[in-house]
């Protein structure tokens, strides 16, 4: 083998899947969704979301839906609560509360 | 059905804070602590106005049958978790194994994964309230 061949064939080739399987990386790898990942601690700006398995079960569901549709679950934001509906006197309420 | 199609195509401003396969399974779970139990469960994640337990109990109070429902509500930024059980409910899943189910999510929630929580609280309440 001539040098020339030697470096094409020790650097050259390699240097070329180097660069093929990095670019590949770049363009389609990508930390998808990392942006909205929660981190303990970390500002997380997310929409406020509220899920029901039945949406329809959420009085006054239809007015606080964020997305038109019959079967979507609606999303509302803490500041429409507010403005609801009196809500049912609780009083009677159990469960839990936690801090992590 | 619910939950899995309300974020394929996120609409402008900041996103939900679930990706859409975690809805799926986030949806599945939902399907089936309702189905199996016959309570209404649902899950808020967003934040919470103080009072805290206030807001939550006002968000339990919208439900349409507040007391055979059970409201997990989890505000990452607060780090605040709620579990909220109606009249019926709280029959049913007493206050300490909320408190049991709460420190499994908190857990989680403390390793980051909102998700995974949300559903692990979610089939712990279930299994804590039986069959219906």
């Known amino acids: 083998m001539s040098p020339i061949e030697t470096v094409f064939f020790f650097v050259g080739i390699p240097a070329l899947i180097v660069l093929l399987v990095g670019g590949l990386a770049y363009a389609f790898g990508g930390r998808r969704g990392s942006a909205r990942r929660y981190r303990p601690g970390r500002p997380f700006e997310a929409t406020p979301v509220w899920f029901l398995s039945a949406p329809e079960r959420v009085t006054g569901a239809d007015q606080r839906r964020a997305v038109a549709g019959a079967a979507q679950a609606p999303a509302i934001s803490t500041g429409e609560v507010e403005t609801g509906r009196a809500a049912v006197p609780q009083g009677t309420t159990g469960g839990a509360s936690d801090r992590w | ?132």
């Open chain 2, 1 to 132: 059905m619910t939950v899995g199609e309300t974020v394929s195509k996120p609409a402008a401003g900041p996103e939900g804070p679930f990706t859409t396969r975690q809805l799926l399974r986030l949806d599945q779970a939902l399907r089936i602590a309702d189905a199996s139990t016959g309570l209404t469960f649902s899950v808020y994640v967003g934040d919470l106005d103080e009072p805290v337990r206030g807001h939550a109990e006002k968000l339990h109070g919208q439900l349409a049958d507040p007391a055979e429902s059970v409201l997990i509500a989890v505000s990452p930024n607060q780090r605040i978790l709620e579990i909220v059980t109606g009249a019926q409910a709280r029959k049913r899943i007493q206050d300490r194994d909320a408190k049991l189910a709460a420190l499994s999510m908190a857990a989680a929630f403390g390793g980051g994964d909102l998700a995974g929580g949300v559903i692990v609280g979610l089939d712990q309440l279930a299994n804590h309230a039986g069959r219906s």
